[in-house]
């Protein structure tokens, strides 16, 4: 499997303030981002893959929203959190 518990736990770690931060709005970008890019490319294969199409599609609304709310709450980490991912370019 693509994402195993230890993959997680490094996300987390990585993103959050320790290992257990899963709740944390950089921590569950983080992973969103990592899921966003393994159904890319796994779209890239199976373009009439339409049932992961449609989870991508939700998974990007989702992160839409986590980073929107982050913006509105606290612009500075926004900025970090952008840069770090490497979105927005």
């Known amino acids: ?3 195993d518990q230890a993959k997680k736990t490094e996300i987390f770690s990585q993103y ?3 290992a257990q931060d899963t709740g944390s709005v950089e921590s569950q970008v983080a992973l969103f981002t ?3 890019k393994h159904l890319t490319e796994h779209l890239k294969d199976n373009h ?7 989870a ?3 998974m990007v609304g989702r992160r839409r929203k986590l980073l929107k709310y982050l ?3 606290d612009i500075n ?3 970090e959190l952008i840069k770090a991912l490497g979105l927005r370019k």
């Open 1 to 3: 499997m693509y994402l």
């Open 16 to 18: 959050g303030k320790n």
């Open 34 to 36: 990592y899921r966003i």
């Open 48 to 54: 009439k893959d339409f049932g992961t199409a449609r």
């Open 56 to 58: 991508l599609t939700k």
């Open 71 to 73: 913006y509105n709450k």
């Open 77 to 79: 980490r926004y900025r």
